[in-house]
């Protein structure tokens, strides 16, 4: 997928001011990242974790508070990376009302020598390997434990890890001034099994674990400080996910693809159901 990192332009601030001055509005950047455990608890490791963090996640923020981007990033990349000017740094500072956050999975990250014979590139530029492969941990960091059974998400890359979205959040608290935070996608998959029973099908336990979890890891960092404002599920259908397509299922209900699309609440439709009743009674 193309990335694209912060580099402001006359217009952006244009359009800010128009949104707020006539039409009231609130206008936000919506960042998605992991959280990333060190591999070891030595420094190198360590530094490895705080490196992808400042490639991934500082990218898009150090800009937005600080007017420029992370210091690891300017280091590593060099000329590649382009420069602000004084009145681009400016501009960008503060452009925005709130923060939106992706919240999925969590992995180690583990530092990289590095080396002349690889090509220079975002995957490579911050000397890290990302991984949440157990063969390679650790026997004391078996943090991300993939759940066995019925528990582990369909995709590969999303190692069910509440407490990374606590520690996510504050560390955006602690670098970056506290913003106002949505969290703007969070969920679970499972495969689209086509010979499944439909009554087996909407049978989602796991996504019920997956956002009790982590509602509880979000609320931890509520009361630890973090400042967020607003949470969505992802997702509220089953839908076409990227180069997935309809392989996968992220939804609260289920949408039949063979008849008509029509929607089924899954459990946890009922249970976020629920679960929203309690909030609001108190």
Known sequence: MPRAGVHPGRW?????????????GKIGIIVNSQWYVPFSQSKTNKDAARRVLDFVLGWLMDPLIRGDYPLNMREL???????????????????????????????????????????????????????????LCYPQNKLLVKVQNNDQAASSWLHIYPQGLRELLLYIKENYGNPTIFITENGVDEVNNKTMPLKEALNDNTRIE????????????????????????????????????????????????????????????????????????G
């Open 12 to 24: 952006e601030n244009a359009a800010l001011e128009i949104q707020e001055a006539l039409q009231k």
């Open 77 to 135: 990349v060099g000329n590649r990376l382009p420069k602000f000017t004084k009145e681009q740094s400016e501009m960008v500072k503060g452009a925005f009302d709130f923060i939106g956050l992706n919240y999925y999975s969590s992995s180690y990250a583990k530092n990289v020598l590095p080396s002349y014979g690889l090509k220079n590139s975002y995957n490579t530029d911050f000397h890290a390997r990302i991984t949440g492969d157990l063969q």
């Open 210 to 281: 997956y956002y009790h979890k982590h509602l509880l890891a979000l609320r931890n960092a509520m009361r630890d400080g973090a400042n967020v404002k607003g949470y969505f599920a992802w997702s509220l259908l089953d839908n076409f996910e990227w180069a997935d397509g309809y392989t996968l299922r992220f939804g609260l209900n289920f949408v039949d693809y063979d008849d008509g699309m029509k929607r089924h609440p899954k459990n946890s439709a009922h249970w976020f159901k629920k679960f929203l009743r309690e909030m609001k009674q």
